[in-house]
């Protein structure tokens, strides 16, 4: 070991270090682990068999679990019902909402009609608030010599 290297904080030495080309974690994670999201997305896309009017079909355990909180829910539980129309809430798009016609040509004179008879009408008395950026809060400086 040569003298001139100082030893230190993120500074080990030469001897310890890993080798060239050698991981800092040898065995890592095993190809293939798990997580919580694919565990649960995997299960609720396995089969199940129910039956309908006395027909039997083959769906996912997730449209099983919607079907029956649609049937709780249209049975009468208000928990059943709320939480549908939550999870409906959160499907929805804009896309879905009817799009805008333009005012035909009777309706556009009915509109100018009303305005005329409103008159001009006054500036907002209160003038909106300017947007200012957000930034984020500031931190403390840390101390020297803290590790």
Do not use: W
Not at 31 to 41: A, D, F, I, Y
Not at 54 to 68: A, D, H, L, T
Not at 80 to 102: G, I, M, T
């Amino acid at each position: 070991m040569s003298g001139d290297y100082e030893i230190g904080y993120k500074k080990p030495p030469k001897h310890s270090r890993f080798a060239k080309g050698e991981s800092g974690n040898p065995r890592g994670r095993r190809n293939g682990s798990r997580n919580l999201k694919g565990v649960v997305n995997r299960e609720l896309d396995e089969p199940i068999t129910i039956r309908e009017g006395g027909v039997e079909r083959r769906v996912s355990k997730r449209e099983g679990i919607v079907k029956s909180l649609v049937n709780r829910a249209l049975k009468g539980d208000v928990r059943a019902a709320r939480e549908l129309l939550s999870l409906a809430a959160q499907f929805e798009d804009s896309a879905s909402a009817p799009a805008e016609l333009p005012l035909t040509a009777e309706e556009r004179a009915v509109l100018e009609a009303a305005l005329a008879r409103l008159g001009p009408q006054p500036a907002s008395a209160a003038p909106e608030k300017e947007a200012r950026p957000r930034s984020r809060p500031r931190r403390k400086p840390e101390p020297e010599g803290s590790a």
